[in-house]
């Protein structure tokens, strides 16, 4: 088929004429088939009218395409007012010439047919219309009207063929509405006429939630989305989202970002996430799983990123209050608009319709950073099949807009379901998981943070033991000893007692210090005392020697003294 | 029930009825140019007119080729389209005029 495709090389390829509403021009590879019409069915008060009306508007006012509208149900004055509440003005773009609007009136009670028709009356407005503004697009809505005003199916089937055609030979593309049948896409089968592009509009209620849904039956000559899309109607008109898991080719980032908790960056090789990653924070209630994510949007705010928060279970104000209690302070990133918090409970909408929401705030507010606490809320409106293909949707689309994404699980202590395990087996889905438990011993429970999984670093595979101060989130190193691993206030024993040995160890030491200390001063003073014995032995000592010269010398002079007294010879 | 209510109410049928046939007509027939069809609506109306309206009516021909406005402004869709304006209620004949019955069934002129 894609080959086929590839091959063709026409040179009149089909031309497509964008609607500008978003998301429906991507799934139609374009818009709708230029020049011809387009059948757009299904049933009452599904937005048939307001998606041709939105094709008109946007063409006038977006691609300067003037249109004309033909009502044959809402009168003109309806029209305008009804999608002026969509932020349309109808009347200014009528003043301008972009607009036409004409409402068919068919009463059946005043219509009498006496022989043969035809609807040139219709073709003829139509054609004037269109020339007196230069109408590129028409709307009929909802042609299926003239079934019911006039008797002859005969004439109407052979006139409206003829009208189709005439449509394609003035050039206009049109869109025409019909309302589904039993068991046809109209009910008067007008998809025999209008061929090149089928448009199924729904909306259904499943579980009291209801969720519009479009899908394009056939688009001839078109590559296009096959599936079922969710729609929304808001202040802004219809948005289409294509949210399918388009593949895995969105480009990474090898840049990091802080997790706000110094020792959980540490743990994650030092530099925390990676950016546009998925992180999972997983724990039974009360382990802190909101206080992470609060860490997380502050530390987002702090470095002057936008973060988004969509709170399923506490309002702004409480969460706010609450992360307040740890000093975690967001109200001045609420009011710089670097932090935006949308609480809003599961059971509002439909799955499709958060993907939805979601996906639209996310394109407005352009976050680097988006938290989802607790994702695990979405299960009351959905199966887990559908949670885990929108939130894997809802991740594609995160990825690819390189935004880091952090959602928190709540699991069930002491269910069939092990702590190591999410609802809907999301957690292949993320890159990062953290798991928070609870250590319960010696009476008390404490809070334990462990590294599950995190894709692409290496990553610690210790448990931390994780504290709530009134500084925020601290980590500290649990005790790992011979006893097993200790937390709490088991782990203080543990440290004090160790610390009290330490000191013991410590004294000891000193006293011995102390004791060699004393010994060698006495040892000096002997040997001072020593010193001088020594000294004054030698004293002694040289004195003496003295003595005994001076005593010689006087011995030699007195005998020098005899001699020349007795006056003996010289030689004798 | 009396024979004389019924006899007073076939009196007052009667008068009105009466008062019904001086009654002015205001008619516009609005065709697409020289059609078949169109061509064919107008011998049609203007037989049934002289029949049983003569004197009494007013009947217009226009051709919303050449008066598209117009087309809107009446809410005309089918062509050819009759009009019958006055008297009240207002009617849309259309067709081509050729079923006699109809068309005065529709102008009044004749009780179902």
């Known amino acids: 088929m894609v080959k086929a495709i590839n091959n063709v090389e026409s040179p009149e390829e089909l031309q497509k004429c964008q609607t500008g509403i978003r998301g429906l021009d991507e799934i139609t590879d374009g818009g709708l088939p230029k020049g011809r019409p387009t059948l757009v069915c299904g049933s009452a008060g599904c937005g048939k009218t307001l998606l041709a009306m939105e094709f008109l508007v946007r063409g006038a006012a977006q691609y300067n395409e003037p249109g004309v509208f033909v009502s044959f149900e809402e009168s003109s004055e309806e029209l305008v007012q009804n999608v002026a509440s969509l932020g349309f003005d109808l009347n200014g773009l009528i003043a301008h010439k972009k607009m036409y609007l004409d409402q068919v009136r068919i009463e059946r009670s005043e219509i009498e047919e006496t022989g043969e028709y035809d609807l040139e009356g219709l073709f003829i407005r139509l054609n004037h219309a269109i020339d007196s503004i230069g109408a590129n697009r028409v709307v009929l809505d909802t042609i299926e009207s003239l079934y019911s005003g006039l008797a002859n199916e005969g004439i109407l089937r052979a006139e409206l063929r003829r009208l189709f055609r005439w449509l394609k030979e003035k050039g ?65 008109g219809i948005s289409v989202l294509p949210i399918t898991s388009l593949g895995l080719q969105h480009d990474v980032s090898t840049e990091r970002i802080s997790s706000g908790i110094p020792r959980l960056d540490i743990m994650l090789e030092g530099d925390g996430y990676y950016r546009g990653s998925s992180i999972l924070i997983s724990g039974t209630a009360g382990t802190g799983k909101s206080s992470i994510a609060a860490t997380f949007a502050n530390a987002t705010c702090s470095r002057g990123e936008r973060c988004l928060y969509f709170a399923f279970e506490e309002s702004a104000s409480q969460i706010i209050r609450n992360m307040h209690s740890i000093g975690i302070g967001l109200q001045p990133w609420l009011e ?20 939805v929401k979601m996906y639209k705030l996310i394109n407005e507010f352009k976050p680097e950073v988006v938290i989802m606490d607790p994702v695990t809320n979405l299960i009351s409106i959905g199966s887990e099949t559908e949670v885990k293909s929108m939130l894997s949707r809802l991740i594609d689309f995160l990825k690819a807009s390189h935004i880091t994404a952090l959602f928190t699980n709540l699991s069930h202590a002491g269910g069939a379901v092990s702590l190591e395990q999410t609802e809907f087996g999301i957690s292949s889905l993320m890159d990062t998981w953290i798991l928070l438990r609870d250590i319960e011993l010696g009476g008390e429970r404490n809070r334990g943070l462990y590294i599950l999984k995190s894709r692409g670093m290496a990553h610690s595979n210790q448990i931390r033991e994780f504290l709530l101060t009134d500084r925020g989130i601290d980590l500290v190193d649990v005790y790992a000893g011979p006893g097993g691993v200790l937390t709490g206030s088991a782990r203080s024993a543990q440290e004090a007692q160790e610390k009290a040995a330490e000191l013991v160890r410590r004294d000891e030491t000193g006293r011995k210090k102390r004791e060699l200390d004393r010994k060698k001063k006495a040892l000096e003073v002997q040997i001072t005392a020593l010193r001088s014995e020594f000294e004054a032995v030698e004293e002694e000592t040289n004195k003496l020697i003295q003595q005994e010269e001076i005593k010689e010398k006087v011995l030699a002079a007195d005998r020098a003294g005899m001699m020349r007294l007795r006056k003996a010879d010289a030689d004798s | 029930m009396k024979e004389t209510e019924i006899e007073n109410s076939t009196e007052e049928f009667e008068h009105l009825l009466e008062g019904k046939e001086n009654e002015i007509y205001v008619l516009r027939l609005y065709v697409t140019g020289m059609t078949p069809k169109s061509t064919k609506a107008v011998l049609n109306i203007k037989k049934i007119c002289e029949e049983n309206l003569k004197g009494r009516y007013e009947l217009e021909v226009i051709d919303i080729y050449q008066q598209p406005v117009l087309a809107k402004d009446e809410q005309i869709i089918a062509a050819p389209t009759l009009i019958k304006k006055i008297p009240l209620p207002l009617r849309k004949l259309i067709g081509d005029m050729s079923d006699k019955e109809r068309i005065l069934l529709g102008l009044d002129l004749k009780q179902k």
Do not use: W
Not at chain 1, 177 to 186: D, F, I, S, V, Y
Not at chain 1, 190 to 219: A, H, M, P
Not at chain 1, 337 to 354: C, F, K, Q
């Open chain 1, 172 to 236: 206009v593309t049109a869109i025409v509405t019909g309302e589904r049948g039993e068991n046809t896409l109209t009910r008067h089968g007008l998809e025999e006429y209008v061929s090149d592009c089928v448009i199924l509009l729904d909306n259904r209620v499943e579980g009291q939630i209801s969720t519009r849904r479009l899908r394009i039956v056939k688009y001839r000559g078109s590559s296009h989305g096959t599936n079922e899309y969710p729609f929304l109607i808001d202040e802004q």
């Open chain 1, 336 to 355: 710089q608009g670097l932090l935006s918090i949308h609480a809003v409970r599961p059971t509002v909408y439909g799955l499709e319709m958060h993907l």
